[in-house]
């Protein structure tokens, strides 16, 4: 008798058991602006040369992303917006047309931005964070040991207006990411402080460099000052 009733209750437990959601792992790169002559051009070693010093490391990236997991995978750039169209008036080019072409390119979510508040807003909730997760961050821009500076040296001289500082990151949601999520500042200094913050505040490892970077044409940037290294 009581055998005849273990295996019906056993059955039922097994049907009524939930399936685990199926996450999809977004794929996040966060690009400043460049500078302006304008502020730059009396210095002893100017910054950005080139107007296209972050956008082709993102662009590099990308590439190796889509080689990696393939047409489908979702990659998103966010993108500051206001540096483009400053630096392409100064160029006589339209930069964001260029950009365009780039998500066009390689099937991008591109997202401009205006501010570091904007950031932590789409880190948050632009896409469904229960269904979508960041599995990959990584920024090319300008920065300093405390914040990501989007506008460096093109509202002020040798300053910014536009930025994401380590104070604002207790306000990124702990759950957008994945458990294994990877992240990576490109920038300078970032691993002097701003890492270490971001692991306090969001939980997972910000990858960051003691000393300065060096963007390249057709390599990802390079650890520029003697005894550099990466720190989180």
Aim: charge should be positive.
């Amino acid at each position: 008798m009581k055998k005849s009733l273990l295996l019906p209750l056993l059955l039922i437990c097994v049907a009524i058991a939930p399936a685990q959601a199926q996450v999809t792992p977004e794929h996040v790169i966060l690009v400043g602006g460049p500078s302006l002559m304008q502020w730059e051009k009396y210095k002893v070693q100017p910054h950005d040369h080139w107007w296209a010093n972050f956008v082709r490391a993102g662009r590099i990236r990308t590439e190796q992303l889509r080689e990696k997991f393939g047409p489908n995978a979702k990659i998103t750039w966010l993108v500051y917006k206001q540096g483009y169209i400053d630096r392409g008036a100064q160029e006589k080019m339209d930069l964001i047309g260029f950009i365009d072409s780039v998500r066009d390119k390689f099937g991008l979510n591109l997202v401009w931005f205006r501010n570091g508040d904007e950031i932590v807003n789409y880190l948050n909730y632009g896409q469904p964070r229960d269904q979508v997760k960041v599995a990959f961050l990584e920024y090319f821009g300008h920065s300093n040991k405390a914040c990501f500076m989007f506008d460096y040296s093109s509202n002020v001289d040798s300053a910014s207006k536009s930025f994401l500082h380590q104070s604002q990151l207790g306000g990124i949601s702990r759950v957008a990411f994945t458990k294994d999520a990877q992240i990576r500042s490109w920038g300078c200094h970032t691993g002097e402080m701003m890492s270490q913050k971001w692991r306090q505040s969001v939980g997972n490892r910000m990858w960051g460099v003691v000393g300065k970077t060096q963007f390249m044409t057709d390599e990802l940037p390079i650890i520029s000052t003697p005894g550099g290294k990466w720190a989180y």
